[in-house]
């Protein structure tokens, strides 16, 4: 059974934590599926749990920037973000240390880590009482939406891992922005919670994803995100039994099922919205998800990256 746990049970979900036991909790992105990242056997608890091919590393999560020097080496470039957007929905992939007390399957054979220190306040206090960097990935079963609730998570994980921290809705819900700061130009591995257009004005120019190149991004396989129903993007029209997912004050008429992802057009607003709508329009009696355009500036990058995917060919899943 997975017990249900809130922010007052902290000293317990941290001390199952130590235990080596999965508890997912709240982050201001996602649920994150939480692991020992220190231990062969969390770390590979985790992967089993989503269903995870081993192949795709895992964000390693701290409470705060102090904690990295220990395990990757933090260049000048990564030390100004880190001042700027730590905590907060940034993830740095970084050279890890020779000594980098961090499984190996964690960073699934690579020699880089990638870590973040998350601004939600519940998640800040887990780590702070755990006092072990904390492996998690997103709180969902392989391929499946990003959980945005502890209800997602249940729905997914129930019986999976030991715990759920319900923390409410995540206030940003959608997964951080992965930047890859290895090589001597900055990459974009995963548009996300900060826009592209914040760190491009503090480093100068960031390479675009190389798409579907494994390893170095092995999480931003072609189809993921993906709810059951196919989606069609772009869509201005709708048609009988398909649900539409709307942007904005001008919707059309005729859909099955709507809801508008921001009726005011506010980028932060639908991505807070993005995953648990797409949750509840994806239902057994209805066809297909239709999308309406979302602008591609802003938070908008990273909604529509998430949007590509769950519309992208099905097979095979990954993450
Ligand atoms: O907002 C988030 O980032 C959430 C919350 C829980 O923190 N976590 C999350 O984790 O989205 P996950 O595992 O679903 O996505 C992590 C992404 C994957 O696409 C993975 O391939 C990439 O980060 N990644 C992790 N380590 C990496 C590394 N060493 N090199 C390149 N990419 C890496
Ligand atoms: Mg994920």
Known sequence: MTERLGPRDITRAASMLRDGKLVAFPTETVYGLGGDATSDQAVAAIFAAKG????????????????SAALVTFDDRAKRLARTFW????????PRRPDCPVSLLASAGLDSLALRVPAHPVARALLHTAAVPIAAPSAN??????????????????????????????PIGIESTVLDLTGARPRLLRPGGVPAEQLEAMLGPIAAPEPDVAPRGPGMLRSHYAPALPVRLHATTVAAKEALLAFGAEVPAGAAAILNLSPAGDLAEAAAHLFSYLRALD??????????PVPE???????????????????????
Request: hydrophobic fraction near 45%; charged fraction near 25%; glycine fraction near 8%.
């Open 283 to 292: 239902r057994p009696d209805l066809c297909a998800i239709a999308v309406m």
């Open 52 to 67: 995870r091919p081993r192949f795709n590393p895992l964000i390693i999560h701290l409470a705060d920037a102090e904690a």
């Open 141 to 170: 079963r392989s391929g499946r939406l990003s959980p945005t609730d502890a209800a997602h998570v249940v729905a997914d994980l129930d019986g999976r891992i030991a715990a759920v921290l319900d923390g409410g809705p995540c």
């Open 297 to 319: 500036r802003g938070l908008g990058r990273a909604i529509n990256d998430r949007l590509r995917r769950a519309a992208a060919d099905r097979l095979p899943r990954h993450d």
């Open 87 to 94: 905590p907060g929905p940034l993830t740095l992939v970084l």
